[in-house]
């Protein structure tokens, strides 16, 4: 579903987000009533707002590369901007891939202005008050500005992990090698959460095994088809610029 356009960027929502929005209300509900029906929506439609802004620093950091970013979605698991190349410029993506996670560090600092933390907060027992909402959105935005630094391709740190390689060994070496590393820590982290419970959690593991898999058949298609293409061109001339193949990329 279309929200709205923010900067020419298409905000949209996937469906089942709408269930996730349902389900939260109902827990709310269940634990306090209206009170608690409202606290619980307020805190999740703000999270994905900070989701959304997360998604923007990307967006914005990649524009200023010459990527288009027509879309940012976001998906019950988390958001994604969908960018229509990935720059192989090592410093590029590493620009690209912690612009999302320095608006979850400005997000902190903003909020500490207002937020006091009293001494022996406990997260998991709170009030239904505005201010232990902020408490919340601040603990929130520490997680995913820490989580997605995880070198777990294609999340950011994963991003960065690959750029850091790139630099080092040929392009689709690297990204091997990152997804290879990606998997590993994607697969113990839904081994984890899904003895915890936390199912959405390990969705969210499964999404970046996919997406990392994914990604990497891109990286395998361009090459080829870059080699035909030299190889194509040593017959004829004069040189051509080799189409692109790259179907849309991600950035989590
Ligand atoms: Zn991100």
């Not at 612009?99 to 009293?118: D, E, K, Q, S």
């Not at 090459?223 to 989590?252: D, I, K």
Request: aromatic share 12%.
């Amino acid at each position: 579903m279309n929200l709205f356009r923010i900067c020419g960027i298409q905000l949209s929502v996937h469906v089942s987000f709408l269930l996730l929005l349902a389900y939260v209300a109902w827990e709310g509900w269940t634990a306090a009533a209206w009170q608690g029906a409202v606290w619980t929506l307020t805190y999740m439609l703000a999270l994905f707002a900070c989701v959304t802004l997360h998604e923007l620093g990307h967006a914005f950091a990649a524009r200023r590369f010459g990527v288009q970013v027509p879309r940012i979605l976001l998906l019950p698991i988390g958001g994604m901007a969908e960018m229509d190349s990935i720059p192989r410029k090592p410093r590029e993506e590493i620009i690209i891939a912690l612009a999302g996670p320095a608006v979850n560090y400005v997000i902190i600092a903003v909020l500490m202005i207002f937020v006091r933390f009293p001494a022996g907060w406990n997260p998991m027992y709170f009030s239904l008050t505005t201010a232990e909402l902020m408490r919340h959105l601040v603990l929130v935005n520490l997680v995913m500005g820490v989580f997605n630094l995880l070198p777990a391709f294609p999340m950011d740190g994963g991003r960065v992990f690959r750029a850091l390689l790139a630099m080092r060994m040929p392009y689709l070496k690297a990204t091997q090698t990152a997804v290879g590393v990606g998997k590993i820590i994607a697969m113990a982290g839904a081994a984890y959460l899904l003895y915890k419970g936390i199912y959405l959690g390990a969705l969210l593991f499964a999404f970046i095994i996919f997406a990392g898999s994914r990604e990497l058949q891109s990286v395998i298609r361009t090459e080829q088809a870059a080699e035909h293409w030299r190889q194509f061109q040593a017959r004829l001339a004069p040189p051509l610029e080799a189409p692109s193949t790259e179907p849309p990329h991600r950035v989590l």
